[in-house]
């Protein structure tokens, strides 16, 4: 990251404090020439003359030196390649938030209400399609609606009504009208506990929503990680041992290799550690170190499900195993040099895989964790689904949203990735603004293949911005920028305007469907009856009333 730019600072705090150039240079043991030119950022300063200034002018040093911005730099600089403002490098970044830091704030305070507001508008369109009782209201409200409308407009287009015919018409409108009062009154008590974000609809919901709060990063748990592979002093290489012999010799712990099913006795014994012997060696190695982190990170992990997000202890229960999972990835794969590995050989999954020892998801998940402000890797977004399409673990980052509800854009990597198993996928997909993403994407089973036995498979696949491309090995396949490597997708069916689609499974909800055996017919406006003589008014007027009447 580019240094803050911190002589309009000196300046403004020199003015402040009622100084002169050629008082403060005296002070400091420099010439007011030499002031002038690091008060206008032409020369860099040190940190001993820095502390020299800031004792001059009684002010704080992280003032000056604008520490606590680096990580606001960091931010703008991210929203502005998330935007796709392409000319502002981190270098303008810096110099805006050295410059300006209160506007810099506020630019990414405004961002993230934009993105709340964004994600909370998502959310209830989701609940909207996917809720019965809202789907249920939104059917009536629209039923009673075009009901008080079709009778409205036969009353205002047909004076000559009879008395009593035109008093049972508003006698039909106010019941419809109280009604549609009563459908819209249910519609807002239930949306009503979204008003400021949206509620989610289950435990699990809860626990995305917190994970996404945290952006998929938890320092107490990496620094807890790091504090108990101290303990184990041993190299990346010896740390899957290590951890099994600090379970069997420090915490008792039996550790067995069979059929995870066979004895749901020993499963349930707190002093055995059974393996599935079906199960690959990363998913052992794994779930080694999750027992490891259960028994000695327990106090850090029970803090972290104390938030207030987690109302309940079913969404807490999961938030625990999640943490735990979590835990387990920071124990095995260690921040810096996981983080270092990851640039050098540009977040090739399979090489990070061979030096770690972990699983292509493993691997994966640990990517998506790399969010520290002074070492951050590529912002991917995450997402795993089952051959039927159902959706798991969904992680979303700006611009690009990974559904909760429903499944994915069927053009999308993740679901390619299961034509060829245990192979790496890549794909360049367009979205329908342009906004375009690298997808990669792999299917693979957690266990060996066994004969007669059913495998569990998932697809699993990382999501960046192009704007990253360059630091990531399988954007080199479109790093020519033909529009013919794209593919164009959307996020799922009901938001893409993609018309000429032939994968489209539903219509989009921008489009007004035909319902099942075509629409009603609307009642006749009285200019299109008079063409055809007082007959082909009459006849219209019949025709109206009727289909009214059973609508």
């Known amino acids: 990251m580019t240094r803050i730019a911190i002589g309009r600072r000196i300046r403004e705090s020199r003015m402040d404090a009622g100084v002169t150039q050629t008082d403060l240079a005296k002070a400091i043991g420099i010439s007011p020439s030499y002031l002038n030119l690091i008060e206008h950022d032409k020369r860099l300063i040190g940190g001993a003359l820095l502390k020299r200034i800031a004792g001059a002018l009684d002010t704080p040093l992280a003032v000056l030196s604008g520490a606590n911005d680096a990580p606001l730099a960091s931010e703008v600089a991210e929203l502005a390649r998330s935007l796709s403002f392409r000319g502002l490098d981190e270098a303008a970044a810096s110099r805006f938030t050295g410059q300006y830091p209160d ?7 405004l961002h993230r209400r934009y993105r ?8 209830l369109s989701d609940r909207l399609s996917q809720d019965p009782a809202l ?3 939104s059917h009536a409200v629209l039923t009673q609606i075009s009901a008080i409308r079709s009778f409205a407009e036969i009353m205002e287009q047909y004076p000559d ?28 008590a239930l949306l009503d506990g979204a008003r400021n974000a949206p509620t989610p609809t289950s435990p699990q919901s809860e626990v995305d929503d917190f994970i996404h709060h945290c952006d998929n990063h938890l320092p107490r748990l990496e620094e807890a990680a790091d504090a108990l592979r101290a303990r184990l002093e041993t190299s990346i290489e010896m740390l899957p041992a290590a951890i099994e012999n600090r379970l069997v010799r420090t915490h008792g712990l039996t550790i067995r290799r069979g059929r995870a099913n066979i004895d749901r006795r020993d499963v349930r014994r707190h002093d055995l550690v059974l393996l599935d012997e079906e199960a690959l060696d990363a998913t052992h190695r794994f779930q080694l170190a999750r027992t490891l982190a259960d028994l000695e990170l327990g106090d850090v992990t029970e803090e972290l499900v104390a938030d207030d997000r987690l109302t309940s202890d079913e969404s807490r229960d999961i938030a625990r195993r999640a943490m735990a999972n979590y835990a387990a990835g920071a124990l095995l794969f260690p921040y810096d040099a996981f983080h270092d590995e990851a640039e050098a050989t540009r977040y090739d999954i399979d090489r990070l895989a061979q030096r770690f020892g972990g699983s292509f998801e493993q691997i994966a998940h640990r990517l998506v964790t790399l969010r520290r402000p002074d070492a951050q890797g590529v912002p991917f977004a995450f997402l795993r689904a089952d051959p039927a399409g159902n959706i798991s673990k969904p992680f979303s980052i700006a611009g690009l949203r990974m559904p909760r509800l429903g499944g994915a854009c069927p053009l999308w990597a993740v679901y390619a990735a299961q034509a060829t198993p245990d192979r790496t996928v890549s794909q360049l997909a367009e979205m329908p603004s342009g906004e375009q993403f690298l997808f990669i994407a792999r299917s693979q089973s957690k266990r060996a293949p066994v004969y007669g036995r059913a495998q569990a498979r998932f697809s699993v696949m990382l999501g960046c911005d192009v704007v990253y491309g360059e630091r990531v090995v399988y954007f080199d396949s479109y790093a020519s920028g033909r529009a013919s490597l794209a593919t164009p997708v959307g996020f799922n069916c009901r938001s893409c305007p993609r018309s000429a689609c032939a994968q489209r499974a539903q219509a989009a909800i921008i489009s007004a469907p035909t319902p099942p055996g075509g629409a009603p017919p609307a009642a006749p406006r009285m200019d299109e009856a008079e063409a055809g003589g007082p007959e082909s008014r009459e006849q219209s007027r019949k025709q109206g009333l009727a289909s009214t009447a059973r609508t």
């Open 116 to 123: 709340d507001a964004t994600e909370t508008a998502l959310a």
């Open 161 to 188: 009504l009879e008395p009593a015919e035109r008093e049972r018409f508003c006698g039909i409108i106010a019941d419809q009208s109280d009604r549609l009062g009563s459908s819209a009154r249910e519609m807002i």
């Open 103 to 109: 506007w810099a704030n506020a630019f990414v305070q």
């Open 135 to 137: 789907m249920e209201l």
